[in-house]
């Protein structure tokens, strides 16, 4: 990804979860699932947090898991839809990831439950986050991958190739896990940590995987998309070859969710450093017992 790579319609995503704020309660399973793996990660950390954000908080569900935990204190939820963090509890803001309202040093912690995979500028949002953070304050957050539903891109793909003899995005792209520990060093975040895990959702049909999609807010939003709807043919082709080339033997489908775990924190002098160039007082050989 570049600085100034422009991917998704900003005002789509926007409006994409707007509409979805009022029922999402009935499609969060895959915010449930990552919020309790995440959780996990921040209890790992032997610190409290005296003022945090829930960056990307969709309608604050994040918070009773914080709470639960004992380690946050005050906690601010922002989201990109006004639908959406008009839901959640405690102090809350309406805002855009790309342009944080905040000054510089306001919080010990920044979480991020399954947001930021729909920013264009993501090394520029980072460096808002590190930022935002105060000295030795952590970053934690959770991403979808660029394997994320790999089975529907593929059969629609196929499908539109076949029917329509071209090809346009149908579904997101994500961030590949490769680059994300480039782009936390270059945000600035000290002690950098990537870690990535696939989650496998098995439904009973496509259709079924494509109503959740919409009911989570997380439909088709890149600035390419077809602004008209797909065939029907070309959806139905699509639909069987999902079947044909994933399904499986009880006739379900399943559809791959890769998470990435980004954690960073925000220089201080306490933090341990990386030593200079040529300043080791040991031989590589003699640690390996080499002569």
């Not at 963090?85 to 809350?92: E, F, N, Y």
Request: with cysteine; hydrophobic share 40%.
């Amino acid at each position: 990804m570049t600085d100034s790579m422009m991917v998704f319609d900003r005002r789509a995503v926007r409006a994409h979860r707007d509409r979805a704020a009022a029922t999402i309660a009935r499609y969060d399973f895959l915010l449930q699932e990552v919020a309790g793996r995440l959780i996990e990660r921040l209890e790992d950390v032997k610190r409290d947090f005296s003022v945090a954000l829930d960056l990307g908080c969709h309608t604050g569900g994040l918070r009773p898991a914080l709470r639960a935990t004992g380690k946050v204190g005050s906690l601010v939820s922002c989201d990109f839809s006004p639908a959406m963090v008009s839901r959640a509890a405690g102090p809350r803001v309406a805002a855009d990831e790309e342009a944080l309202p905040f000054k510089g040093g306001s919080f010990d912690l920044v979480i991020s439950l399954l947001s930021l995979h729909w920013v264009n500028d993501l090394p520029g949002t980072l460096l808002q986050i590190r930022s935002a953070l105060k000295p030795d304050g952590l970053f934690l957050g959770a991403m979808l991958g660029g394997q994320t539903l790999k089975e529907l891109r593929h059969a629609l793909a196929e499908a539109e190739i076949a029917g329509e003899g071209g090809l346009s995005p149908r579904v997101s792209p994500f961030a590949d896990v490769r680059d994300a520990g480039d782009l936390l060093q270059r945000a600035g975040f000290a002690l950098p940590v990537i870690d990535a895990e696939i989650l496998t959702v098995v439904y009973p049909d496509p259709l079924k995987l494509m109503s959740d999609l919409r009911g989570m807010g997380e439909t088709n939003a890149t600035i390419e998309r077809r602004k008209s709807f797909t065939r029907r043919a070309t959806l139905l082709d699509g639909l069987a070859r999902y079947r044909n080339a994933f399904g499986n033997e009880d006739g379900t489908v399943p559809a791959t969710f890769q998470v990435v775990y980004l954690s960073g924190w925000s220089p201080h002098e306490s933090q341990p450093k990386p030593l200079r160039r040529g300043s080791a007082r040991n031989r590589l050989a003699d640690a390996l017992g080499n002569s």
